[in-house]
């Protein structure tokens, strides 16, 4: 039987529960795959730290070096993460005739290209499962799953951190602060938690698979990104009782040979599936031409959830699949295009709009009047009795509406004596825009 | 670049989907691939039927030998439908040095290991991503994106048909024959709609399934089966009073090195994902012991999403991925394990049991005596006020219990006096038991 060296660089989490799954089910995966995985080494700077995982001492080593120049490894996991020292290491892999396998997002939306072309110089391959949605094998699903399609739409929620504190702010009324608290005590968020509640880490995760999609240069700049913290749990309160769920959605688009590429906070519609994504799950919605939609739902973090998917690819290359979709698929084998980016102020989009107004007459009349002069038709206003006059939430919903038209609105509506307090604006999904797989 | 050509043997609704997509994809295709699909034939006996897609004079035949013996065909795509005359056809086709691609779903339940050992002797493949859940990339997820696991359940919506006439029935409080006139009339159930509403086409669907995730040699009849026909309203609308959906399930579980294979009516918790996928779609929720639950919904039926997993099966033949899947992969390359089935009165599940009875002192206390005796426990009661005092229909849910025991308790319930009517029994999905992703 054929047997695949690997040695894995980076001992953090992953690392260990790579290393977990090649030692414990080496020959489960060699019968089912008639390729045996073996673990060569585990390398790292630190390796006195205490793991959850127990690796022969013979295995550990902390020269990466010895690694890339060992024949017998046939396959690099790359578990290190950031876009500087671990691109350096991928590149030599590859260059030293490894197979490179990594979960590194930050490198592979900043500088895949780079990696990708550095792949193909050296014939080899670099597979990167496990860098969005961890567990869910959402890359096969788009590179081979629905090659047939054009893809027109994604659309996914892609940080379970960030889905965990709104889940949470749902569920039990919390603030951001406390929910945040509660995922940190849970460990589902970092001591510093910005790369996830600003939406930084959803959208490396969006220009990966929108790339992937359109078979486009995607440039991070290129997506749009509004975080969860400035979140009010009566925002989602009153979307709740309007039918919605607030979601951090990642969404691209192809409208008329552009890209609409967006990361920001999103009411779906309660009854879709979207809606029932909870805690730190992930989720992709895929629309292609011939497929129409088709959702996924999974682990969107976690020690085996990520391994899983890195194995996956250990397998892929083991048994040279890696090696043809490297060479052929247009995204990985340098036919990228590059497509124009629809600004912001021309997606359509319907809005949740909530002003804190004073209790007047002409209140309404006043808001609805500027929103109709800008072609902003409302669909919904809600607005229960006041508890202080000096400061009612009215909340209006919007139907389709050009965001351009919006904000000029908003910017109207600011200026006006009725408005009391925060003015907040929402984006909504409508069914027809991919709520429903 | 690479070019492969295709040859189409049966041009019904999916044989035109797949030339279609070929015909018009061709060059996007190309690129976005690296490899041409060309058609070169389509084949059927029957050529004069109108289609709705405009295939060149010059490629239409109704020799399949003709097909077969031209080696500028490398992908013979198999069309025909049923486990006899298909079978030999790609028998053929492989012997001939084609790679085979297929959506015979009754062909691979029943003839699988016969048809993958042929591919073997050839040195060729078959690849039969349409066969399941249409559109939905499932075989790849778990052959290829979930390889490193241990899969432990598998549970499904396999069939349009059924969820349709369910999802009717649901939401509009319909009767079985009215949901099916309604199916009937859209286009989504046959004439004839046995093979879909008895369960048959579903339990097909789970022995391929079951088969590549478990690694075994699966006999349809291992697969216990119960259809829709016998449901009535009234059990879907008390099921929704107490928070549950009623979806025809398919099922697999490897429990302690045996499987658990079966299909039948369930009732899913209302919140649950697998609640939310309506009308004609399909889902599949699957478990391994790394990643956990992932979950996977589309269309499951239709010309073009059954089109393009076939067009995807033929890149993956184009590039030569199939074809080491082909030799690698246990179940496909003849390494096939013997399971043992366990027996249906050995499932443990939750369980909806409906009595009529009379409306008088002592009844529930006469059924609940007998539950108990048998070891089941109550989970819940549901008994509105009498409209007529001689049939009131009594609902009550159990815990987990086994199935032999309800089956003993019902037995005996069944010579009661205080019953008036039916009785009913239909197994429930407990949010541990995989209704969540």
Redesign the interface.
């Known amino acids: 039987m054929k047997t695949i060296g690997v040695g894995i660089i980076g001992f953090g989490t992953v690392g260990c529960?790579v290393a977990r799954?090649l030692l414990e089910?080496g020959d489960?995966?060699a019968?089912?795959?008639?390729?045996r995985p073996v673990l060569k080494y585990v390398c790292d700077i630190d390796l006195k730290r205490p793991r959850p995982v127990a690796v022969p001492k013979e295995l550990l080593t902390d020269q990466a070096d010895r690694v890339l120049a060992d024949p017998d490894v046939a396959v690099v996991v790359e578990t290190v993460g950031g876009a500087t020292f671990a691109v350096d290491l991928m590149k030599k892999a590859l260059a030293a005739g490894k197979d490179v396998v990594t979960a590194n997002k930050a490198a592979l939306a900043q500088r895949g290209p780079e990696l990708f072309d550095a792949a193909r110089r050296a014939g080899r391959s670099i597979s990167f499962?496990a860098s969005v949605a961890a567990?869910?094998?959402i890359i096969?699903?788009i590179r081979?799953?629905?090659?047939?399609?054009?893809l027109t739409a994604l659309t996914g929620i892609l940080n379970g951190t960030c889905n965990y504190i709104l889940t949470q702010m749902s569920s039990t009324g919390a603030s951001y602060a406390g929910a945040l608290a509660e995922a940190q005590a849970r460990g589902y968020a970092e001591a510093d938690p910005t790369l996830d509640v600003s939406g930084e880490d959803t959208r490396h995760k969006l220009a990966i698979l929108a790339g992937l999609a359109f078979?486009a240069e995607i440039a991070l700049d290129d997506v749009y990104v509004e975080g969860i913290a400035g979140i009010d749990p009566s925002d989602i309160a009153y979307g709740a009782q309007l039918g919605y769920v607030l979601k951090l959605l990642a969404i691209a688009r192809y409208v008329d040979g552009a890209m609409s590429l967006r990361v920001h906070p999103t009411f779906v519609p309660a009854?879709?599936?979207m809606a029932?994504?909870s805690g730190v799950?992930n989720?992709v919605l895929v629309t292609?031409h011939?497929?129409?939609?088709?959702?996924?739902?999974?682990?969107g973090a976690?020690m085996?959830?990520t391994?899983?998917?890195?194995?996956?690819d250990i397998?892929?290359a083991g048994?040279?699949?890696a090696q043809?979709?490297a060479?052929?698929?247009?995204w990985l084998?340098g036919?990228r295009a590059t497509l124009p980016i629809l600004p912001l102020r021309e997606i359509r989009s319907r809005y949740y709009l909530q002003f804190d107004v004073r209790d007047q007459s002409g209140v309404l009349a006043a808001i609805a009047g500027v929103l109709g002069r800008h072609k902003i038709s409302v669909a919904s206003v809600l607005q229960h009795e006041p508890m202080q006059p000096e400061c009612v939430p009215l909340v209006i919903t919007t139907h389709e509406a050009r965001e351009g038209d919006v904000a000029a609105a908003l910017e109207e509506i600011q200026r006006l004596p009725v408005l009391a307090g925060r003015m907040v604006r929402i984006r909504m999904l409508a069914p027809n825009q991919g709520a429903r797989?």
Chains 1, 2 share one sequence.
């Open positions: 529960g799954l089910d489960r995966l019968a089912a795959t008639g390729c499962e567990g869910i094998p096969r699903a081979d799953g629905l090659v047939a399609n054009r078979g009854g879709s599936p029932t994504v799950d989720a292609g011939a497929v129409g939609n088709t959702f996924y739902v999974g682990p976690g085996m959830p391994a899983s998917s890195i194995v996956a397998i892929d048994i040279g699949r043809l979709t060479q052929h698929m247009a084998a036919r797989a």
